[in-house]
């Protein structure tokens, strides 16, 4: 099973940028479906964005879009989100999850009741 390592987390002024990764090791993440979720203090974890095996299929969430992207590397088993004109209510720690979909290139949901690996997560906050 994959084992996911978020880094690239830190303290940022609004209106700035970040890059979390999502590293996996033990599998090959080919085969799996990507989501990046967050969870801020007292509120449901929310599905951020998510990415299909090929990387051709993306989505996000309305509070997200046309600011963050997601990407993928599958020579470098690692997915990306680059977040940019950050904003308080990004506060939040940020996960990484894989959900196995063999060699089906569905679009990927960001349910996350789907994914069945999470790594351990990385903590955003966006202040001045």
């Known amino acids: 099973q994959p084992q996911l390592v978020e880094s690239g987390g830190g303290l940022v002024q609004p209106g700035g940028s970040l890059r979390l990764s999502c590293a996996a090791s033990?599998?090959?993440?080919?085969?799996?479906?990507i989501g990046w979720f967050r969870q801020a203090p007292g509120k449901e974890r929310e599905g951020a964005s998510c990415?299909?095996?090929?990387?051709?299929?993306?989505n996000y969430a309305d509070s997200v879009k046309g600011r963050f992207t997601i990407s993928r590397d599958n020579a470098k088993n690692t997915v990306y989100l680059q977040m940019n004109t950050l904003k308080p209510e990004d506060t939040a720690i940020y996960y990484c999850?894989?959900?196995?979909?063999?060699?089906?290139?569905?679009?990927?949901?960001?349910?996350?009741?789907?994914?069945?690996?999470w790594g351990q997560g990385t903590q955003v906050t966006v202040s001045s």
């Open positions: 999850a894989a959900a196995y979909k063999g060699v089906s290139d569905r679009p990927c949901t960001r349910a996350p009741y789907e994914y069945n690996y």
């Open positions: 033990g599998v090959t993440l080919d085969y799996y479906t």
């Open positions: 990415i299909s095996r090929s990387g051709g299929r993306t």
